[in-house]
Structures are given as C-alpha cells and as structure tokens.
C-alpha cells in the first residue's frame, strides 16, 4: 500500500515530463477525484491492517470515511465561514502573525477536529463493533481520511484546479496523512475515554484533551500551508510539500506510537481471530 502512494507519485511525475515539466495542468472533476481518491484508498487500507487483533467490519470503516468526506466536511467549512464571518482572509501581512494563529487554531483547527469528532461519537461510536479502545483510533482515522478527500477535492477544482502533477500528488498524499493522524490522536483519547473506568468528569477531561491537542495540531499544519503559499513558489511546489510532509510524519509516528500501546492493551490481544481458526480448520 505504501509502495503504492510511491507509484501515485510517479505516475504523476511522469505525466508531467511529458507534458511539460515547468506546466501546471488544470484537472477536471473526474481527475481531481483520483488524485483525492487515491492516496485516500491506500492510506484508509493502511490503518484498517494496523487492527490486528479484531479488525473492525470494512464497511463501518468505510461508514467512517463517507462520514468524513459528506458530513464532517462540509459541517467544518459552514462552521468556519459561520465563525470567520466579514473579516475572514483579512490578515496582518506577516504570514506568521498571531491573527492568522489564532483564527487557524481556535476557528479552522476546532471545526475541522470537533466535526470529525461529531460524526463518530453520535454513529460508529454507539454501535457493538467498537469494543476496544483501539476503535477509536481506527474509526477516527478513517473519518479523518474522508475529511482529506474532501478538502483535497474542493481544492483541486477550485479557480480550474491548475497544479503541477507531480507536486499535487505528493501534497494529496501529505494531505490525506496529515488529517488521519489528526484525527487519530483525538481516536485514542475517544477509545481510551470509552473504556478508561474514570467517572464523566475524566472522560470529558480525556476528551477534551485529545480535541485541544488535535485541533493545535489541525491549525499548525494549516498556518505552515498558508505560509508556504505565497507567490513566488511556482517554481518550487515541493518546498511546501517536504515542509508539511515533516509535519505531518512527526504526527503520524506519534499516532504509531499510541496504535501499538491500544494494541498491547487489547481485550481481544489473546484471542484468536477468525481467519487463524479457519487457518486451523483447514
């Protein structure tokens, strides 16, 4: 899966030698939905193998990526025009003033965050299937992923989606893994909060810890995209994709680290899964 992202990138990269290496290429809807669609597929297989012990049912992750992509994106985008209002985009000239952190932080990162949260506590979360803490990790991430799609999407066809093939596929990629790490530091503090035995006042302390901590996390990245987009950088896309990519990989291995301590602590850690009794059977 991963060696698949690589290729997405490649393909790409090709493309556009032979078209022109220097032209941006104006997507159309159907390719715009593979460049989001893509890297969302692979990485979305990518969490769904990291559950070892009992993997969740594909089609209530699957629910969690529609939910991401259909609600929780364009909940977050109503709310953060809502909450913007007349003076949204109307920033101090530095790229890194403290107007855009804070609009980035406690406008964009808790809109995006609380609404990935949204749709999982009031669906998937209820539901049988999410009986371990790990759940929340896979169900969030998924979530988070779909919440990518959508906003990958939007921005490829935004003013004729003209990119560069090459670095737009790579930003695809960093984009999609950015958001499910996201949302998968606020999973482990859902499944950890679910079956933590610590009274409504801890689980709202664990809860509300992870969304703070997710949604820092959603503004940061958000500040550093915006200040790598600046004029002059069409000759040089990647600089903004191997500046987000190191954002985004610190995150991900911190979601790695909080999968393999769900997984150690796993109710269902001894138990033998389905695929190893029928292995037996045979």
């Keep these: ?24 290429v104006a997507l159309g809807p ?8 893509l890297p ?5 297989g990518y969490f769904h193998s990291q559950d070892r012990h009992e993997p969740e049912p594909k089609h209530y992750v699957l629910a969690a990526f529609v939910l991401g992509a259909f609600v929780a994106g364009p909940i977050s985008g109503f709310l953060i025009e809502l909450a913007s209002g007349p003076s949204a985009g109307h920033f101090q000239l530095h790229r890194l003033a403290l107007d855009r952190w804070i609009y980035a932080l406690a406008i964009v990162g ?31 991430s998924a979530t988070g992923i779909g919440f990518a799609s959508y906003l990958t999407y939007h921005h490829l066809v935004a003013d004729g989606g003209a990119i560069y093939l090459s670095a737009g596929a790579a930003q695809a990629v960093v984009t999609t893994l950015a958001h499910a790490s996201f ?48 004029d002059g950088l069409a000759s040089s896309p990647w600089r903004r994709v191997v500046f987000t990519f190191g954002f985004a990989a610190a995150v991900f291995l911190l979601t790695s680290v909080l999968m393999r301590h769900l997984l150690s602590i796993s109710p269902h850690k001894d138990a033998p899964n389905e695929d190893s009794e029928a292995s037996s059977d045979e």
């Design 30 to 37: 159907v390719s715009a939905l593979l460049f989001a669609g």
């Design 40 to 44: 969302a597929f692979l990485w979305l």
């Design 110 to 140: 808790i809109a995006q965050e609380g609404s990935k949260y949204f749709v999982i506590r009031y669906t998937l979360y209820l539901s049988d299937e999410f009986d371990e803490p790990l759940d929340g990790i896979i169900y969030m």
């Design 1 to 24: 899966m991963l060696a698949g992202l690589l290729v997405f990138v490649g393909i790409a990269h090709g493309v556009q030698h032979l078209l022109g290496q220097n032209t941006p």
């Design 183 to 230: 949302a998968g530091i606020l999973g482990y503090a859902l499944g950890h909060a679910k079956f933590a035995d610590a009274g409504h006042l801890g689980r709202a302390t664990k809860l509300g810890t992870g969304l703070i901590l997710a949604a820092i996390l959603s503004g940061g990245f958000r500040v550093t995209m915006d200040a790598l987009s600046v």
